[in-house]
């Protein structure tokens, strides 16, 4: 069985589909309000049956109530009479709101009312008749027939009510059930449409799924491939990294050797040639000795700034000292130099020479970003063991930044991550506006014996 052409059109089966939910709602909700505005009229047709009969009893307890004072002469049996009286005009109140638009209704009752206080105005006159000493005259009302013709055409006019309510129930329950088999017809044609368009659009989806799952095939096929090509850049340019970051340290520790042992000998040499010039004219040319002490001066902050230079490059107190040493020193010249409080707490532990020096390049490249931009008063660099790796931690107080956001220059964390790749390693980064910065990196321990 082939699916109808109308049906391989999903737009026009989406139409239908909306169409077929509308008029599915729309039957829904005219039911749905017809059938409770039904019920609304029930409701209060029950409750006008209801104060009919209240009524009805209501003129009995009245009347019965009266003629226990008369037989008994006793207050007590007045009681019945005047709550009667209350519970008649309620229900009055509730049938003239009720009947106040059907003038069929309203006539009878308004022939009841008619009644009502006829025989009303009876009881209160034989009432009234014995509260004046004239009992004799209220006997004879109480004797005659009237009281009881009243109540009948009372129980006639109400029951005349009763039955008008009979038939204006009846009929209400005859439009409730139309509504009903009309909601139920057209929720059942509509459905039948519906489930017929279901199984066409199911056989079309069957189609489209298949057409799917190899569509899926081919880009998973292409995925794949695109994960390989990734990883097989991603470990080229960490090789790459590895290699440049290796260059640059090797051309470092070449310049701070050429500075060191060229630059350095010229200056020292200079300071030499200087003194013994200043000993020379010590005696001849006194005037030459502050030039010559200036002079010396000059080669001295030459000298010195040749050796922070070659620190710069090539640290050899990494070399010389050791990890933790060398971070110590590099804390405390930060410190000195930034009036920054460096809280440090380094424990040895098993690196590699190269995993020694990124560990002092990440430390050093985080006090520089530090110092530009974290406005920081403390600064916690850390150094530890954990669980078969070493974890360095520089932390600040200062201003932080959102992660999120694309930063300005992210090229120093860029080369921090590269190079703690490139040694097998991890970084992870922390921070929050106003709440600063960590730099976290964790690499693997060195298990032979360090030298």
């Keep these: 069985m082939t699916t109808p052409p109308f049906f391989q059109r999903p737009p026009l089966v ?43 009893r209501s003129m009995l307890d009245a009347e019965t ?41 309203q006539a009878l009752l308004q022939r009841l ?77 509509l459905s039948a449409l519906s489930l017929l368009a279901l199984f066409f659009y199911l056989r079309q989806s069957q189609v489209l799924k298949r057409q799917q799952a190899e569509l899926q095939r081919v880009v998973q096929l292409e995925r794949d491939r ?45 300071k030499l040639d200087a003194a013994r010039i200043k000993s020379r004219l010590a005696s001849t040319a006194p005037e030459a000795l502050e030039l010559l002490a200036h002079l010396v001066g000059t080669l001295n902050s030459g000298i010195a700034l040749g050796r922070s230079i070659i620190e710069d490059l090539r640290p050899s107190s990494l070399s010389n000292l050791g990890l933790v040493a060398a971070l110590e020193i590099l804390a405390r010249e930060y410190a000195a130099q930034s009036g920054v409080a460096v809280h440090c707490q380094l424990e040895p532990v098993a690196l590699r020479p190269s995993a020694e020096l990124v560990v002092y390049r990440l430390v050093q490249e985080a006090i520089t970003n530090i110092t530009k931009y974290a406005q920081a008063r403390n600064v916690w660099i850390t150094l530890c063991p954990h669980v078969g790796q070493v974890e360095v931690s520089v932390r600040d107080d200062g201003v932080g930044f959102d992660t999120a956001a694309k930063p300005s220059s992210a090229y120093g964390l860029v080369g921090m991550r590269f190079r703690v790749s490139a040694e097998g390693g991890s970084l992870h980064l922390q921070s929050h506006p106003g709440q600063g910065t960590q730099i976290l990196a964790r690499l693997p321990e060195h298990t032979a014996p360090v030298a």
């Design 14 to 56: 989406m139409a239908l589909a909306l169409a077929a939910a509308a008029a599915v709602l729309f039957i829904s909700e005219a039911s749905y309000w017809r059938s409770a505005g039904t019920l609304r009229e029930l409701t209060d047709m029950g409750a006008a049956r209801t104060q009919i009969q209240v009524l009805e």
């Design 113 to 189: 009312h008619t009644l009502t206080e006829t025989k009303l105005s009876e009881l209160a006159l034989t009432l009234q008749l014995y509260e004046e000493g004239r009992g004799k005259a209220g006997q004879e009302i109480l004797m005659t027939d009237i009281g009881r013709e009243k109540m009948d055409a009372i129980r006639a006019t109400s029951a005349e009510l009763l039955e008008y309510q009979t038939r204006a129930v009846s009929a209400s329950r005859a439009e409730l059930d139309r509504t009903l088999a009309l909601g139920r017809f057209g929720v059942a044609l």
């Design 226 to 270: 695109l994960e390989v090509e990734v990883s097989h850049r991603t470990a080229e340019l960490i090789a790459l990294a590895q290699h440049l970051q290796t260059t640059r340290e090797d051309e470092r520790q070449r310049l701070a050797r050429n500075l060191h042992d060229e630059l350095g000998s010229l200056l020292t040499s200079a």
């Design 65 to 105: 109530g009266q003629r226990g004072y008369l037989l008994t002469r006793r207050k007590e049996y007045l009681e019945p009479y005047a709550q009667a009286l209350l519970r008649i005009d309620e229900a009055y109140r509730v049938l003239d709101a009720y009947y106040g638009t059907d003038p069929e209704s």
